[in-house]
């Protein structure tokens, strides 16, 4: 994305901050175990992937840090912003040295579906609401926009299914791999249920607002 994209991403992303509240809770769990299980003299190393512009990344980032300094006060950190190569990666390093983090950061410009870090050596690994992005995009039915909309052809939908299926599996195995023993992972995806009639999740024809964006703001 351009300069101006990655601007305007860090300033209209608020709804995505309210989404991450879903899994604070979870987030703050797995920083008391691993602060617990933390080796005096070796860096708590954590992993945020698919950070965009990163004003939300750099909001959690200041979480992590602060609830892991509060347990192990003197420790190193490093911490690690990952995104695709086609990022804003000036307005990222912007919003990173803007935030004066108290840590070592470094970025990591590749796509998540690839190996990122060596084998063992990360202590937390994140990644909110980005794992709806496929590593390839299947074919879309002539008439959808959505790859699950109800006239979307029965072919179609498989393949995204089994696109999003395969992307899961090959993203977890990855990040089990980097992960050192008694690291953990905190993910936070989006998605709909069969039971649901899809297009609610993206346009309701009452014109309302949409399932997802209702999630979003609670």
Known sequence: MSTMLGTLYNETSSGQVSAHEIARPALLAAIERLAALQQRGEPFVVADLGVAAGANAVSVARLV????????????????????????????????????????????????????FPPASLSLSLSFITLHWLSEAPRLSADAVLAMERHTAADVAA??????HVDLVSFLRLRATELKDGGEGVYLMVGGGAALPVHEWARPPSGGPSIFSVALSR
């Open 65 to 116: 840090i602060s609830e892991f300094m509060g347990r192990r006060p003197g420790e190193a950190i490093s911490y690690a912003f990952e995104d695709l190569p086609l990022n804003d990666w000036t307005v990222l390093a912007q919003t990173v040295s803007a935030a004066e983090l108290p840590c070592f950061t470094s970025f990591v410009p590749r796509s998540f579906y690839e190996p990122l």
């Open 159 to 164: 393949e995204w299914r089994d696109q999003a």
